[in-house]
């Protein structure tokens, strides 16, 4: 591994197939020496898809991390973490997710399609997010979010094409389907930027280490998102659907995210959340009600044995935390 001192350094899930890997072709293409982490849950696949790719002037690595274990989230956290002299992250590119077919527990207990998609991300943020701090102003954390956590957007489901967020129905036992969880999901994302980005900010923007920026790719329907959709699902989507004229394809959905996550025009910008054509836009009209952001924050915080308060994180002992 090249010295990575002088570098920019970049963690980005889920980069070894989809938006990921073509978020991973267009940072290397970038003047800008970066050392890139990629956290992915195959190892030698990324390896064998990597190799011919990673120019000169860029330095890249790869570490395990499997989002529907929490065993493997806090491996990764640790392995990160525990690096002499420290790494000091300066963009965490929260890109992974999934869609499971049939209702399926994590190892955990949890509801696969959240826990990947929602509460690990929480657990990584929580765990480094202190070195997102100390690498700061400018250092940002991205979201990999979808227009599904609208309403209206999609096919409906239980006669409705909206999220139905229900803490009594987190496991799926009152009432399951594939999209009605990934929709939940990602506007559980939503809250959780938006109440994080409030946490960050409670000493003004002027103070503010991290930015926190949400991103809506498009409907790249040729990502392996759907890889755990039946076999029809995914043939669908491929080869008929991602002619569509809506659809985007993977290499304009990894522009938005490379976009948000390296623009200068961005750099002071934070608690916003960015359209498939890169412009700042609105997020759901419930996605702004803070008393669901709040409410939100502390039922994802108590499920994963996280502490609700996070000022020890943000702030310095000498820093005066503002109520």
Not at 235 to 255: D, V
């Amino acid at each position: 591994m090249s010295d990575v001192s002088n570098r920019k350094l970049i963690i980005l899930t889920g980069a070894n197939s989809g938006l990921g890997f073509e978020v991973l072709k267009q940072l290397l293409s970038q003047q800008v020496p970066y050392h890139i982490i990629l956290a992915v849950r195959n190892i030698q696949q990324t390896e064998t898809k990597i190799q011919s790719i990673v120019p000169s002037h860029q330095s890249v690595e790869i570490v395990k991390l499997d989002l529907s274990s929490l065993t493997s989230v806090k491996s990764f956290t640790q392995n990160i973490l525990s690096r002499k002299p420290p790494l000091h992250i300066n963009i965490l590119i929260l890109n992974a997710g999934v869609v499971k077919a049939t209702l399926t527990k994590t190892e955990d207990g949890f509801e696969h399609t959240f826990q990947v998609n929602h509460l690990s991300n929480i657990v990584l943020v929580h765990e480094l997010l202190p070195r997102l701090i100390e690498s700061g102003p400018g250092s940002r954390i991205i979201l990999v979010n979808s227009s599904l956590h609208k309403p209206g957007v999609g096919a409906k489901e239980h006669g409705e094409n909206r999220p139905i967020m229900d803490i009594e129905n987190l496991d799926g036992s009152k009432m399951y389907s594939p999209l009605l969880f990934y929709r939940n999901s990602k506007l559980a994302q939503v809250f959780f930027g938006y109440q994080l980005d409030k946490l960050l900010n409670k000493k003004g923007e002027e103070e503010r280490k991290v930015n926190v920026l949400i991103v809506e790719p498009g409907f790249c329907p040729t990502t392996e998102l759907s890889r755990e959709s039946g076999i029809f699902t995914q043939l669908f989507l491929r080869y008929i659907l991602s002619w569509a004229p809506f659809t985007r394809t993977s290499e304009q959905g990894g522009a938005v995210i490379t976009y948000a996550s390296t623009s200068s025009e961005l750099q002071n910008k934070s608690g916003i959340y960015i359209s498939q054509f890169c412009r700042i836009d609105k997020s759901s009209d419930e996605s702004y009600e803070e008393d669901k952001q709040r409410f939100w924050w502390k039922a994802s915080c108590d499920l994963l044995g996280i502490e609700e308060d996070w000022s020890s994180l943000i702030f310095n002992q000498n820093d005066e935390i503002l109520d």
